[in-house]
């Protein structure tokens, strides 16, 4: 580890400021001159052929100025895959949940567009319906889906019983694990569909100008160049005739990776209007846009007297809603956290993604990890528990540790798992409190993450940074930050290759006319992915003044260090020149210091959704966690407080250590809404808790005693050694939680949230049990 200036420090976010002031802009904020406001018409039925549209009286109400049904698009269906294109935006044929848009209208202000939606006269035909994905999968179960473009067939899935696609595994002699296994022990688990909890809700604003063909979009995304993609497919328009620009937005949290029916309809009702248009939606709209996944999860494992892994075997069912998203993802995704988190080379792992008339589910923090290590962490314990054994030696003895190779093929390249689960347990004194039942009691989980895994997508990031005649520097890139802090990471890393402060570094990102692309901000591919690209852009900018200084001064260049605005020879800075001055000489000699940098994680995977393996390099690195929570139960009242928690995540090393510190104790807060009361309540497809005074997140009062402890491994191909920071704290704190509520009052909840009344309800069998004996 080298002496830095600026990284490993910790630094304020650039923007932290704007954003407190007010001065930071969002898209609802943005205003055009003779700007037109949007609306979506949205079905009333869970399942409905759709007979008719007939959108007569709206056009006729004053200050509509354009209505639009599924008849004004191409009709290109939207998926994230080739094989996934399952969805019109504005179906004309049947829609397939409560909720789905139908139709749009602009006009002049938001009352009148209101007014215009209820003149639109739709005719439904209704549908049997079918909600629950265990009953989706029978044969004779309504079938929500025909054969689409792209559709694989039975390698990929069966839509007669509304299997979209699936996903195998299958490692090692399962079979012949089991049987050398002292215990196997067995279990179902559940878990619900929960929101992302935005502030923001969804915003789409596009201005379509008809003199260059263009359109700009403004919206909150994680991912500028995919939307852009996405939005020329649909509109079947050149690449260079789609620009989304950067705005700010608040929040993400993997619910603002796709692109949306309102954006398509922002830009088509832009264009017949020629105004810019802009659709807001209300509190209710944004719960219904995503949700988590609900899985059923199956999961079988062996074990011998020493804790030993001996097997694997999972089935799991995921519940995708209308249509599948990212789907194929959400049912992979889970495989790749057990394989890299407890060692067994005997592993077998089935799992559905199944359609039911419910909205559709996409991408969420974790995105499958959080409810995989709900089940896996949970049955670590049962079986702790059946042999004698300690929950943290049990843990130890299976997990991970550099250099191993997965099942897959995948290797295991930095890795401070055994420190992380060492760390954690020490910081909470666990010897010292576990086992003291009653009300309260201590509990541990772990996970792992991967980082800079492009999902399928396979995009470089790429960056420039540009000198200016005043010895600053600007960085372009096309990175985007939901918050998390990436602008900063990168400004920090231009300051650090430079030699110069902060202050005097700018960014412009996330513009996909403006900037290189970049793959986006998911699957915790920022730090390792773009940050990387920033460096390598940063690195050959520092040798472009380096060979500027190195004429000049006829030094070696190999002598030149940057330090304090200045380049000069190392040991003597007397003999040196300011970088200011050495970019007033790159102009003068018609060599302007631009620097360029790209990445991409080195990936050689065979992927098969469907049948057999999966092998090859998953991921650029993977990042691991524990957590340790104590948590207090009310017998009387089933109530759970957590009171504290202490998270340790290995990443890498931590560029900023106050954003990772910040980012672990959002993890820690997400992660226990999610365990103890977070849950979409349903009525036949109807969503009956769509806003934040019925659907319950932890607030303020609820956040427990948080520690923080930061592992640093040091990864080999990360920037500066560093992974993505704090997913694993927000997978992991979820068994934590569950196994400290066992841990106080001896019942094991295995269906999320565990809520007051599941904890009563078991307290009360285990009485009757007790008088039974």
Same mark, same amino acid.
Not at 279 to 293: A, G, M, N, P, S
Not at 707 to 725: F, L
């Given at each position: 580890?080298?002496?830095?200036?600026?990284?490993?420090?910790?630094?304020?976010?650039?923007?932290? /400021?704007?954003?407190?002031?007010?001065?930071?802009?969002?898209?609802?904020?943005?205003?055009?001159?003779?700007?037109?406001?949007?609306?979506?018409?949205?079905?009333?039925?869970?399942?409905?052929?759709?007979?008719?549209?007939?959108?007569?009286?709206?056009?006729?109400?004053?200050?509509?100025?354009?209505?639009?049904?599924?008849?004004?698009?191409?009709?290109?269906?939207?998926? +994230?895959?080739?094989?996934?294109?399952? &969805?019109?935006?504005?179906?004309?044929?049947?829609?397939?949940?409560?909720?789905?848009?139908?139709?749009?209208?602009?006009?002049?202000?938001? &009352?009148?567009?209101?007014?215009?939606?209820?003149?639109?006269?739709?005719?439904?035909?209704?549908?049997?319906?079918?909600?629950?994905?265990? $009953?989706?999968?029978?044969?004779?179960?309504?079938? +929500?889906? $025909?054969?689409?473009?792209?559709?694989?067939?039975?390698?990929?899935?069966?839509?007669?019983?509304?299997?979209?696609?699936?996903?195998?595994?299958?490692?090692?002699?399962?079979?012949?694990?089991?049987?050398?296994?002292?215990?196997?022990?067995?279990?179902?688990?559940?878990? %619900?569909?929960?929101?992302?909890?935005?502030?923001?809700?969804?915003?789409?604003?596009?201005?379509?100008?008809?003199?260059?063909?263009?359109?700009?979009?403004?919206?909150? !995304?994680?991912?500028?160049?995919?939307?852009?993609?996405?939005?020329? @497919?649909?509109?079947?328009?050149?690449?260079?005739?789609?620009?989304?620009?950067?705005?700010?937005?608040?929040?993400?949290?993997?619910?603002?990776?796709?692109?949306?029916?309102?954006?398509?309809?922002?830009?088509?009702?832009?264009?017949?209007?020629?105004?810019?248009?802009?659709?807001?939606?209300?509190?209710?709209?944004?719960?219904?846009?995503? &949700?988590?996944?609900?899985?059923?999860?199956?999961?079988?494992?062996?074990?011998?007297?020493?804790?030993?892994?001996?097997?694997?075997?999972?089935?799991?069912?995921?519940?995708?809603?209308?249509?599948?998203?990212?789907?194929?993802?959400?049912?992979?995704?889970?495989?790749?956290? *057990?394989?890299?988190?407890?060692?067994?080379?005997?592993?077998?792992?089935?799992?559905?993604?199944?359609?039911?008339?419910?909205?559709?589910?996409?991408?969420?923090?974790?995105?499958?990890?959080?409810?995989?290590?709900?089940?896996?962490?949970?049955?670590?314990?049962?079986?702790?528990?059946? +042999?004698?054994?300690?929950? %943290?030696?049990?843990?130890?003895?299976?997990?991970?540790?550099?250099?191993?190779?997965?099942?897959?093929?995948?290797?295991?390249?930095?890795?401070?798992?055994?420190?992380?689960? =060492?760390?954690?347990?020490?910081?909470?004194?666990?010897?010292?409190?576990?086992?003291?039942?009653?009300?309260?009691?201590?509990?541990?989980?772990?996970?792992?993450?991967?980082?800079?895994?492009?999902?399928?997508?396979?995009?470089?990031?790429?960056?420039?940074?540009?000198?200016?005649?005043?010895? &600053?520097?600007?960085?372009?890139?096309?990175?985007?930050?939901?918050?998390?802090?990436?602008?900063?990471?990168?400004?920090?890393?231009?300051?650090?290759?430079?030699?110069?402060?902060?202050?005097?570094?700018?960014?412009?990102?996330?513009?996909?006319?403006?900037?290189?692309?970049?793959?986006?901000?998911?699957?915790?591919?920022?730090?390792?992915?773009?940050? !990387?690209?920033?460096?390598?852009?940063?690195?050959?900018?520092?040798?472009?003044?380096?060979?500027?200084?190195?004429?000049?001064?006829?030094? @070696?260049?190999?002598?030149? *260090?940057?330090?304090?605005?200045?380049?000069?020879?190392?040991?003597?800075?007397?003999?040196?020149?300011? %970088?200011?001055?050495?970019?007033?000489?790159?102009?003068?000699?018609?060599?302007?210091?631009?620097?360029?940098?790209?990445?991409?994680?080195?990936?050689?995977? @065979?992927?098969?959704?469907?049948?057999?393996?999966?092998?090859? =390099?998953?991921?650029?690195?993977?990042?691991?966690?524990?957590?340790?929570?104590?948590?207090?139960?009310?017998?009387?009242?089933?109530?759970? /407080?957590?009171?504290?928690?202490?998270?340790? =995540?290995?990443?890498?090393?931590?560029?900023?250590?106050?954003?990772?510190?910040?980012?672990?104790?959002?993890?820690?807060?997400?992660?226990?809404?999610?365990?103890?009361?977070?849950?979409?309540?349903?009525? $036949?497809?109807?969503?009956?808790?769509?806003?934040?005074?019925?659907?319950?997140?932890?607030?303020?009062?609820?956040?427990?005693?948080?520690?923080?402890?930061?592992?640093?491994?040091?990864?080999?191909?990360?920037?500066?050694?560093?992974?993505?920071?704090?997913?694993?704290?927000? +997978?992991?704190?979820?068994?934590?939680?569950? @196994?400290?509520?066992?841990?106080?009052?001896? *019942?094991?909840?295995?269906?999320?949230?565990?809520?007051?009344?599941?904890?009563?309800?078991?307290?009360?069998? =285990?009485?009757?049990?007790? *008088?039974?004996?």
């Amino acid at each position: 580890m080298g002496e830095y200036s600026v990284i490993g420090k910790r630094v304020p976010n650039v923007f932290g /400021r704007s954003k407190v002031d007010g001065s930071a802009k969002y898209t609802d904020d943005l205003k055009f001159p003779g700007m037109l406001f949007g609306g979506l018409l949205r079905s009333p039925y869970a399942h409905a052929r759709i007979l008719s549209i007939n959108t007569t009286r709206a056009e006729k109400l004053k200050g509509v100025k354009a209505v639009i049904t599924g008849e004004d698009t191409n009709k290109v269906p939207y998926g +994230i895959f080739g094989f996934t294109r399952d &969805q019109l935006f504005l179906p004309t044929d049947r829609v397939r949940f409560l909720g789905e848009e139908v139709a749009a209208v602009a006009a002049v202000d938001e &009352q009148v567009v209101k007014e215009a939606l209820e003149l639109i006269e739709v005719k439904y035909e209704p549908l049997p319906v079918v909600t629950d994905p265990e $009953e989706a999968m029978k044969v004779g179960a309504p079938q +929500i889906h $025909e054969p689409f473009r792209g559709f694989l067939g039975p390698e990929q899935g069966d839509l007669s019983r509304n299997i979209g696609v699936r996903c195998k595994r299958d490692y090692g002699d399962v079979e012949g694990g089991f049987k050398d296994a002292d215990l196997v022990c067995e279990d179902r688990f559940r878990t %619900v569909a929960i929101n992302h909890g935005t502030l923001e809700p969804y915003v789409t604003l596009a201005r379509y100008d008809h003199g260059s063909g263009k359109v700009e979009i403004w919206c909150p !995304n994680q991912a500028p160049f995919q939307k852009m993609r996405a939005i020329s @497919n649909l509109m079947q328009m050149p690449l260079n005739d789609v620009v989304v620009r950067k705005i700010f937005h608040g929040g993400a949290f993997g619910g603002r990776s796709e692109t949306f029916a309102a954006d398509l309809c922002a830009v088509l009702l832009s264009k017949l209007t020629r105004k810019a248009v802009k659709i807001c939606f209300t509190r209710e709209d944004t719960f219904i846009l995503r &949700q988590k996944h609900p899985y059923i999860i199956d999961i079988k494992a062996g074990v011998k007297k020493d804790g030993t892994l001996t097997a694997l075997d999972i089935r799991l069912i995921s519940d995708g809603g209308a249509y599948m998203s990212t789907g194929p993802i959400a049912i992979d995704f889970p495989s790749v956290v *057990v394989e890299s988190m407890y060692r067994t080379s005997d592993f077998r792992y089935e799992s559905f993604e199944v359609y039911t008339n419910k909205p559709v589910r996409g991408a969420m923090r974790g995105h499958g990890g959080q409810q995989m290590a709900f089940a896996m962490d949970s049955l670590m314990d049962m079986m702790a528990e059946k +042999i004698g054994m300690d929950p %943290v030696d049990i843990r130890l003895r299976n997990a991970r540790r550099p250099g191993e190779m997965l099942p897959s093929k995948s290797q295991i390249r930095s890795c401070g798992f055994t420190e992380c689960i =060492q760390k954690a347990a020490k910081a909470m004194d666990r010897g010292a409190k576990k086992g003291e039942h009653g009300s309260r009691g201590i509990g541990i989980g772990c996970s792992t993450m991967i980082s800079g895994f492009s999902l399928g997508f396979r995009t470089p990031s790429s960056a420039l940074v540009k000198l200016n005649d005043d010895g &600053q520097a600007t960085v372009i890139s096309g990175l985007q930050d939901s918050g998390q802090g990436n602008e900063t990471m990168a400004v920090q890393i231009v300051s650090e290759e430079l030699g110069i402060p902060m202050e005097d570094v700018r960014i412009l990102n996330a513009d996909t006319e403006l900037t290189p692309p970049d793959p986006g901000n998911y699957a915790m591919c920022t730090t390792f992915v773009s940050g !990387n690209a920033v460096r390598c852009a940063a690195a050959d900018a520092k040798e472009q003044l380096k060979a500027v200084v190195a004429q000049k001064l006829e030094a @070696n260049i190999h002598d030149l *260090v940057l330090k304090d605005r200045k380049i000069f020879v190392k040991g003597s800075p007397s003999m040196g020149m300011t %970088v200011k001055q050495a970019v007033r000489e790159s102009f003068r000699s018609r060599q302007p210091v631009i620097g360029r940098g790209s990445y991409q994680p080195d990936l050689d995977m @065979n992927t098969s959704w469907s049948v057999g393996k999966i092998e090859g =390099q998953r991921t650029g690195a993977y990042t691991f966690g524990a957590v340790v929570v104590e948590v207090e139960v009310d017998r009387e009242t089933g109530q759970v /407080r957590l009171i504290e928690a202490a998270g340790a =995540q290995d990443v890498g090393y931590a560029l900023n250590p106050s954003a990772v510190e910040g980012q672990n104790e959002g993890s820690i807060v997400l992660g226990q809404g999610m365990v103890l009361t977070e849950d979409l309540a349903w009525d $036949e497809g109807l969503m009956l808790n769509p806003n934040f005074l019925d659907y319950r997140m932890p607030i303020a009062k609820d956040m427990p005693r948080i520690r923080s402890i930061i592992v640093e491994s040091m990864d080999q191909d990360g920037p500066y050694g560093a992974k993505e920071a704090t997913e694993t704290i927000n +997978i992991a704190v979820i068994p934590a939680i569950a @196994n400290a509520i066992y841990d106080a009052v001896g *019942v094991r909840i295995k269906e999320l949230p565990i809520t007051p009344q599941k904890i009563l309800a078991a307290l009360k069998g =285990q009485e009757r049990k007790g *008088v039974e004996r």
